[in-house]
């Protein structure tokens, strides 16, 4: 029997553990076990498509691949892709049994198999061993003799209702004729939940790298949840479950060696127990290879004094800590069951943000109950103080299982009937405020999560009252210049926004500070590289072109300045090199060649003032990265 894995992920860099892991659990377990309960002919396959995949192109590849059996990894941003495709698919391969799983149809298998005719069944919860019992079940049988049209066609029955009902972990569909010939029976069967996994018998399964070269690894060393968040399906498994610490150290030094560009953590809370979290951490620092990066998810305030020193000794971009605030209102924490010491939490994202080495990203959620318009402006201002790289604004999305749906009515909350079921209104948020709030992501995505307008933002904050009054100004900007809909490169992006400063400066009466402006613009602009068009607010170096060319042709032979170019010449330094003259009259150079290790900036040499005489300049070039917080 051939059973193809299909996979449908977001994006082409990420990557599914989930059937990976399933193949792999399935394939050691036989390998390791005899008796007739096997099927020596087992052959799993995976296959890997993103959303972005012309459904044609998926629905001819699992075609040609004629496996007996589909199973589809199911998640809250592909059930609708999966759904349509499946839909097609049992047209195509009419003998082709198909099965779905993930957390997008196990809390809702029953409802699944309603609408979805064509599939046999859902394998709930955790799959490994649930899969791999399913393939040791198939008891194949087939009637008619496929003689054509002319005669009755050949029917295939792969697994019989009998033995599916011993399987934990299973709901599916009865399908076996009754014994009269008549028509397939459609009582829906909901099996028992499986049992827990244990993680160590679960098999590492990255054992061959061939094909991720370009892709995000993600790796898991604990399931389950401790906390209770209401809007969350990961709290329903409060067991929290950990693989055993030498497996996991073996396991990241495969990907140390392999020199992986990114693992990401997939533990909802990877430092709920800090001995664990700790031997990981130290792990990763003491065998760094200067090239791998690894993202965890953390409750910032559970840190202790132990996790912040090490967390200081690692090497800037060595790791990346994602925390969910989702908000700063009491009521609201109160309310949707969440343990938080906010005061704690900001404390140690401040205190990280002071080791100048760690990538911090943010989350809040709008929509929850109790949080108003006003009240998430506040909680976003507060997070926006705390500095991070990223701050990502998400909208709650009301899960099927979730505690968060079962108090949907009392919260006056109304969401989308389909995927991902996200928040239209509640009690205290409209839905033309939740408009606004969606035009304040799409600002903050451009103007603050990407990390190239640091300077011109940091000085536009205070000319408002408020980091959301800006956003909030900018949102309205776009809006009423038609400029939303509209793909922008990000050179059209700073154009933008300095039409944006220019317009406020304006109705302000302040457009003298407008070439202070055109300074924080063209740092930020060049700061990640060398652009090759000159942007409209940039200053006019024509009559500075023959006093940089001298200064090339200086530091050709001096070398005071651009230490590390000693094997280029003063042209080809030149090419590489961009050099910006301020509204001071200072000469800054961008050294592409040396970045922070941390952002990814440019490194700013100050190399004195136009018309400064040699000697007046200082002895030694003052270089310094654009950080957090940095005037």
């Not at 010939?181 to 160590?200: C, F, Q, T, W, Y």
């Not at 652009?531 to 409209?536: D, F, I, L, N, Q």
């Amino acid at each position: 029997m051939k059973f193809l894995l299909a996979a449908v992920n977001a994006k082409y860099i990420h990557s599914n553990l989930g059937v990976y892991s399933l193949k792999k659990y399935a394939d050691e377990k036989r390998n390791r076990q005899t008796g007739d309960a096997l099927d020596p002919d087992w052959e799993i396959e995976i296959g890997e498509y993103t959303i972005n995949h012309q459904m044609d192109y998926i629905l001819q590849d699992i075609y040609e691949k004629a496996p007996d059996a589909v199973g589809f990894s199911c998640y809250i941003w592909n059930i609708l892709y999966v759904q349509e495709l499946i839909r097609d698919l049992k047209k195509v391969l009419p003998q082709t049994e198909i099965w779905l799983g993930g957390p997008e149809v196990s809390y809702r298998a029953e409802e699944i198999l309603i609408q979805e005719p064509s599939v046999r069944g859902v394998m709930a919860g955790e799959g490994e061993e649930t899969f791999f019992r399913l393939l040791g079940a198939a008891d194949w049988e087939e009637k008619g003799d496929g003689c054509g049209s002319a005669c009755q066609p050949k029917e295939r029955t792969i697994w019989q209702d009998e033995s599916l009902e011993q399987i934990p972990g299973l709901v599916f569909r009865r399908e076996n004729r009754a014994e009269d010939g008549s028509d397939h029976r459609r009582e829906i069967v909901k099996n028992p939940p499986a049992p827990l996994m244990d993680l160590d018998d679960i098999p590492f399964v990255y054992s061959d790298l061939k094909g991720m070269e370009n892709r995000i690894i993600y790796y898991e060393s604990s399931r389950g949840c401790p906390f209770s968040c209401s809007y969350c399906l990961s709290s329903i498994d409060k067991t929290v479950r950990f693989r055993n610490l030498e497996l996991v150290k073996k396991e990241l030094a495969f990907f140390l060696e392999h020199r992986v560009p990114q693992v990401k953590f997939v533990d909802r809370t990877f430092n709920c127990k800090k001995s664990h979290s700790m031997e990981i951490w130290s792990f990763i620092r003491d065998h760094d290879n200067g090239i791998t990066n690894f993202h965890f998810e953390i409750s910032a305030d559970l840190l202790s004094e132990e996790e912040l020193s090490l967390l200081s000794e690692m090497r800037p971009g060595l790791v990346q800590l994602e925390i969910g605030v989702q908000t700063t209102n009491p009521d609201t924490i109160r309310e949707i069951r969440r343990r938080m010491d906010l005061e704690k939490l900001e404390s140690n994202v401040r205190r990280v943000n002071g080791f100048r080495n760690i990538h911090q990203h943010l989350d809040l959620i709008a929509g929850l109950p109790w949080e108003g318009y006003e009240s998430f402006k506040n909680s976003f201002n507060q997070v926006y103080a705390m500095e991070p790289e990223q701050l990502q604004m998400g909208f709650l999305k009301v899960l099927s299982g979730s505690y968060m749906e079962e108090k949907a009515e009392d919260y006056g909350l109304l969401f989308r009937d389909t995927p991902p079921y996200e928040v239209l209104s509640t009690r205290w948020l409209s839905y033309g405020e939740l408009i606004c709030l969606k035009g304040v992501e799409e600002m903050v995505e451009v103007y603050y999560n990407s990390g190239q307008f640091g300077n011109t933002m940091r000085e536009l904050q205070t000319e408002f009252s408020s980091p959301f009054d800006m956003y909030e100004a900018l949102r309205e900007y776009y809006r009423d210049q038609e400029l939303s809909a509209v793909s922008h490169s990000r050179n059209a992006r700073y154009e933008i926004l300095f039409s944006f400063i220019r317009k406020m400066l304006e109705k302000n009466a302040q457009t003298d500070r407008l070439e202070q402006y055109r300074d924080f613009l063209t740092e930020d602009l060049y700061l990640r590289e060398n652009a090759k068009s000159r942007p409209s607010f940039g200053r006019d170096l024509t009559p500075y072109k023959e006093e940089i060319k001298q200064f090339f042709i200086r530091e050709g032979k001096e070398r005071r300045y651009l230490m590390g170019y000693e094997e280029y010449d003063s042209k080809q330094m030149s090419r590489m090199v961009h050099v910006e003259i301020m509204r001071d009259g200072r000469m800054l150079l961008f050294d592409y060649l040396h970045r922070d290790a941390l952002l990814g900036n440019a490194r700013i040499i100050e190399a004195g003032r136009i018309g400064q005489k040699d000697s007046e300049k200082e002895p030694e070039p003052v270089h310094h990265f654009y950080e957090k917080g940095e005037q």
